[in-house]
């Protein structure tokens, strides 16, 4: 079946510094999504992404919190300075047209020191 | 606003049945479920559209009520792999763009 990959699988940061978590997304799936997991609480939405622009956004996902696609595999979330409280269990997933399954990346473990 | 799954936790012995609870405050299109083991991605169970539909695969089933608001996944002769966290996803859309999700349940099957 085909994946979701996520690179890194973990990342250790210092507070106020940028983080890139990358994201290679199914290679026909049209809907990219970012969601976070706190360790031991429920999985959280960040923001849905299609046809080159954000559709979507929590209340999460602040100015600190940006995503790209820069070119036509690789889907970014850029954390700008972060802070202790954006340790998490970062998920990217996608899905085709339509109302389909959301497929999940194994996930990126983003630890701020 | 999230739903709210109950219970927060089951423990079962294995061949045990279980039900799982999913309800929403906001009407709803869409129903996902997902399963999560420990230190992995979630993983998609099913979808329920509005209408009351039911599915089902193996050993697992879901309702939807669209009524109530509610959908409920259906564990039946629980076997160890069933062991993990389920979570389901609410969407009000028609597209699913933005699938929030419960607190999550966890689920222990025992031997």
């Known amino acids: 079946e085909p994946e979701v990959t996520q690179t890194p699988s973990h990342q250790v940061t210092q507070m106020g510094q940028e983080v890139i978590l990358r994201c290679v997304p199914i290679s026909n799936h049209l809907y990219f999504y970012w969601y976070r997991q706190i360790l031991g609480q429920k999985v959280e939405f960040l923001v849905s992404f299609y046809n080159n622009e954000i559709s979507e956004k929590s209340e999460i996902f602040d100015d600190q919190f940006s995503v790209e696609r820069p070119d036509g595999s690789n889907f970014t979330l850029k954390i700008r300075s972060t802070k202790l409280e954006d340790s998490a269990m970062y998920f990217c997933?996608?899905?085709?047209?339509?109302?389909?399954?959301?497929?999940f990346g194994s996930g990126t473990q983003l630890s701020v020191l | 606003q999230q739903p709210v799954q109950s219970p927060q936790a089951v423990i079962l012995r294995e061949g045990e049945d279980a039900v799982i609870n999913c309800s929403s405050s906001k009407a709803l299109y869409s129903v996902h479920w997902y399963r999560q083991k420990h230190g992995e991605a979630p993983i998609f169970l099913m979808i329920l559209l509005k209408g009351g539909e039911q599915k089902g695969h193996d050993k697992i089933s879901a309702s939807f009520n669209e009524k109530k608001q509610q959908s409920s996944l259906y564990l039946t002769a629980s076997q160890l792999s069933y062991s993990g966290t389920y979570f389901c996803g609410t969407s009000p859309y028609n597209a699913g763009n933005m699938l929030t999700f419960g607190g999550g349940t966890r689920l222990m099957v025992k031997p």
């Open positions: 997933a996608s899905r085709d047209r339509g109302l389909e399954k959301l497929f």
